[in-house]
């Protein structure tokens, strides 16, 4: 069974940091792009960020200079540096990972972790 699970969820004052991580595990040979997104209340999930196996980032413009995207392949692992947070950053952060394959052939072509809640107040 594959698994992505976040952390470093958590309140901030608006300025602060913080870092987010997600690992995947099971069985995994392969990922392609890893990315954050965020769903606010009231609103749809966004796109933070991704990255891709190779190191090719993207950024959404609201947080571009102030996020850092990075991910450890040998760890299944991405991350995600916040800094200068605002109170509009406030939203469940999730992670994706996209086309993943197993030891064994299976293949996914997305999967969601469980969401992490990051508040900012100002």
């Known amino acids: 069974q594959v698994q992505l699970v976040e952390s470093g969820g958590g309140w901030v004052q608006a300025g602060g940091s913080l870092r987010l991580s997600c690992e995947a595990s099971?069985?995994?040979?392969?990922?392609?792009?890893m990315g954050w997104y965020r769903q606010a209340p009231g609103k749809e999930r966004e796109l933070v960020a991704t990255i891709t196996s190779g190191g090719r980032t993207n950024y959404a413009a609201s947080v571009k200079g102030r996020c850092t995207i990075s991910r450890d392949n040998a760890k299944n692992a991405v991350y995600l540096q916040m800094t200068s947070l605002k109170p509009e950053d406030t939203a469940v952060y999730y992670c994706k990972a996209v086309d993943l394959v197993r030891f064994g052939g299976t293949r996914y072509l997305e999967v969601w972790g469980q969401g992490t809640l990051v508040t900012v107040s100002s």
């Open positions: 099971g069985s995994i040979f392969s990922i392609n792009a």
